[in-house]
């Protein structure tokens, strides 16, 4: 919590002009419209139904696609299994005590796999459900790029360290994506304990929940109706959107600041540049050389 996240997205975009980030590839729109043409009506159905059962599994899906991407590129590696000869992404401090979610993709790997057997990769599977989930939840639509494949490879260290390759715009709107889900006491406790910038109310009463129930969840606002993350940190002080400190820098004195304004009063700007960000995070591939396929089970290679 040293560094804030407006100085984060400065060195996001020093690091996408320093060095060469990961391109978009072959991607198509139409990829499977003659292999699969079915397949994005499966991941729908199977994505409503985990959603009805759960809505909280909307944001777990949101987050998958998020940290699958930022780790090497959108290649499912975050889906492998760890094994006796082999280490995954799953255990990775980032990741193991907030993603979740892979029985859902594994549901509609089933199913597609019924459908088209050895057509569809798992990376595909993984950005269609979040698209998918964020529009179940009341958020926008996009036409996602397909035509990724699954590495054979994973990396718990890069799980640990890594940075996209995206500009400060995408990453401002993609933290929208906070406007979705739970935050565990672990994640805001600091927070709650020391920051000054936080209402003092709000901050007592996260900390009393946080005493009774410190490895629970706490429950945050879960869809994004009418009221975006940036019109709660206008106009809400303290209120949920400021539980995470990356929430608060985005309106704290930076260079977000004029862009969470406009967001605020103009929901259909932020609708859309949210989607514009997920698929530009939905195009970073693997680097080049990086051995791939198509899995037919997501949790370990063929």
């Not at 996408?16 to 990829?31: A, E, N, Q, R, W």
């Not at 996209?164 to 933290?175: C, E, F, K, Q, V």
């Not at 304990?193 to 109310?201: F, K, L, R, V």
Request: glycine residues 8%; hydrophobic residues 40%; positive net charge.
């Amino acid at each position: 919590m040293g560094t804030s996240f407006a100085r984060s997205f400065a060195l996001l975009a020093l690091l996408c002009l320093l060095l060469p980030c990961h391109g978009k590839g072959k991607l198509s729109t139409k990829f499977y419209a003659k292999s699969c043409p079915g397949v994005a009506t499966i991941v729908r159905s199977v994505m409503a139904q985990a959603l009805a059962k759960e809505p909280r599994m909307g944001a777990s899906i949101i987050r998958l696609f998020f940290h699958d991407c930022f780790v090497n590129g959108c290649d499912a590696s975050i889906l492998l299994d760890d094994t006796a000869t082999f280490t995954g992404e799953k255990n990775a401090g980032a990741n193991a005590n907030s993603v979740r979610g892979y029985e859902v993709i594994d549901a509609i790997k089933t199913q597609v796999e019924a459908a088209c057997n050895g057509t569809v990769s798992c990376a595909d599977i993984v950005a269609l459900a979040s698209r998918d989930a964020v529009n179940l939840l009341g958020g926008p639509t996009w036409n996602v790029q397909l035509g990724r494949k699954d590495s054979r490879t994973a990396s718990p260290s890069a799980a640990n360290a890594n940075l996209p390759g995206l500009s400060a715009r995408d990453m401002t709107a993609l933290s929208g994506a906070h406007t979705v889900g739970r935050a565990r006491c672990l994640f805001f406790r600091g927070r709650i304990y020391g920051e000054p910038n936080i209402n003092a109310t709000f901050a007592a009463a996260r900390s009393r929940r946080a005493r009774r129930a410190a490895a629970t969840a706490t429950s945050r606002r879960s869809t994004t109706r009418r009221r975006t993350l940036r019109q709660r940190l206008l106009h809400e002080p303290g209120g949920a959107a400021r539980l995470l400190h990356s929430d608060q820098e985005l309106f704290n004195g930076g260079p977000a600041d004029a862009l969470v304004r406009k967001y605020s009063g103009n929901a259909g700007m932020f609708a859309n540049d949210f989607a514009k960000a997920m698929v530009k995070m939905g195009g970073l591939m693997p680097a080049a050389g990086t051995p791939t396929e198509v899995r037919l089970n997501c949790r370990k290679v063929n």
